[in-house]
């Protein structure tokens, strides 16, 4: 299957900084999903990115898909405490999963 | 509009019986998904199932390890003689559609086996 690479593995940041988790794909995808696993629950669809160089916001949250579509960014402005959890892109025809980045918050 | 559901939520097994893990997918969906996640671990896809027919098993132990997704009913993950190593959280996945489809997660089975 394709290789798809998430970066960094942790982020650990201040409450009040910014974080930016990246997902990298060896092939051209025709779309990617965002997902969300707070500790101990289960993954939740944020987003899903289709066209080249698409941005999409949901609040804090902005999500841009690459312009060969074949890498993709999520980044979180002003973190807090709340968005502690792992975020997995998730890509394409079989669904495969980043290994995640985990994102702890010092308040 | 109930959520996918899982269940149980825990199970103990002891070394060499059988773990039956079961998905009810969200009304409508068709499509079923199952992974395995170790602790602090990512999601690591086990097998894609449709009603009746299994799609991909390529993420699936060879030996042990089955699944079903019948015409009636939920899909069943079944792991024949489990041992220690099985132990981890199994997530059921279910989409309206397959490629590309937003998956909806159930709340996992936690499996510890003695």
């Known amino acids: 299957g394709q290789q798809v690479m998430q970066i960094p593995q942790y982020q650990h940041v201040q409450e009040g900084e910014d974080f930016t988790t990246y997902c990298n794909s060896s092939?051209?995808?025709?779309?990617i999903q965002w997902y969300k696993q707070r500790p101990g629950g289960h993954p939740v669809f944020l987003i899903q990115l289709v066209k080249s160089g698409e941005v999409k916001k949901q609040k804090r949250l902005t999500f841009q898909f690459g312009e060969a579509k074949k890498n993709s960014s999520l980044h979180i402005t002003a973190t807090q405490t709340t968005d502690v959890g792992t975020y997995f892109c998730a890509v394409d025809n079989d669904m495969r999963f980043g290994a995640g980045t985990r994102l702890t918050v010092k308040p | 509009n109930a959520g996918v559901m899982q269940n149980p939520r825990h199970l103990v097994r002891r070394r060499g019986q059988e773990a039956r893990l079961r998905c009810s997918p969200m009304?409508?969906?068709?499509?079923v998904y199952w992974y395995r996640q170790l602790p602090e671990e990512g999601l690591k896809f086990m097998v894609y199932l449709q009603k009746e027919n299994i799609i991909d098993e390529s993420g699936m132990p060879k030996e042990r390890f089955s699944a079903e997704f019948p015409k009636e009913g939920p899909s069943i993950l079944r792991i024949q003689q489990v041992v220690r190593g099985d132990s981890a959280a199994y997530f059921c996945a279910s989409s309206p559609k397959g490629s590309g489809g937003i998956q909806y997660f159930g709340a996992g089975t936690r499996l510890s086996v003695l």
């Open positions: 009304k409508g969906h068709s499509h």
């Open positions: 092939t051209t995808l025709s779309n």
